[in-house]
Structures are given as C-alpha cells and as structure tokens.
C-alpha cells in the first residue's frame, strides 16, 4: 500500500532529477553569445533622415515646435537641459522629450537652459 509520504517523498525525488537535467542540459553549447542585430542600433548619416520614427513620433516634434535651425541665437538644443549629446561614432544627438535625431543648432519651444 503507497502512503502520502511515499507519494510526497517520489514526487521530491522526480521533480530534483528534471530540474537537474533542465540546468545540464541548459549549460550545453559553445559559449559564444548571439550576434546583436546591428539594424537595430543603426544611426542615421543625416540629423533630417527621419525614416525610422513612427509618424507620432513626428506629430510630436512638430507639436513641439522643433526646427533644425535656432531663430534664436544662444537658445539652441546644444545648450539645452534636455539636449542627449551625441555618442562615439554618433552624428546627432537626440532629445529627451521626443525621439530620433536632433541637430546641436536645433531648437523647441520646450528649450530649458544650462544652468
């Protein structure tokens, strides 16, 4: 006759040899890592190539009232609180209200200058 502690005492047992063939079985491979999709990180050659934002992406800008070139001289994005400047082997740098790229001579109606 099979008791509870019986049953409880296999089920343990069983459910320890699955976790331990899941872990070996996980740790086989060649240890290199998948290749990261370049596509994803690609920058644009042109701060106006706006071809992999989404077309809210442009209502906002537009809503913000960006422009590449400042109408005001010491107010540009280049100056600006909010301005991400471009990284290594970045052309232009982005914004941190809205994405895509943005020119350092840019401007918003959201400009927040340094301090």
């Known amino acids: ?45 042109s701060c106006k190539d706006l071809s992999g934002i989404s077309a809210e992406e442009k209502e906002k800008r537009q809503k913000l009232g960006y422009v590449e070139e400042t109408p005001i001289a010491d107010s540009k994005c280049g100056n600006c609180k909010l301005y991400l400047p471009p990284g290594e082997n970045e052309h232009c740098g982005s914004c941190s209200l809205f994405k895509g790229p943005v020119e350092e001579n840019g401007y918003c109606t959201y400009y927040a200058p340094l301090s």
């Open 1 to 45: 006759m099979n008791t509870r502690r019986d049953f409880i005492r296999n089920a343990f047992g069983l459910s320890g040899i699955l976790l331990g063939g899941a872990f070996f079985i996980s740790s086989c491979g060649n240890g290199q890592k998948p290749a990261k999709d370049a596509s994803k990180n690609k920058q644009p050659t």
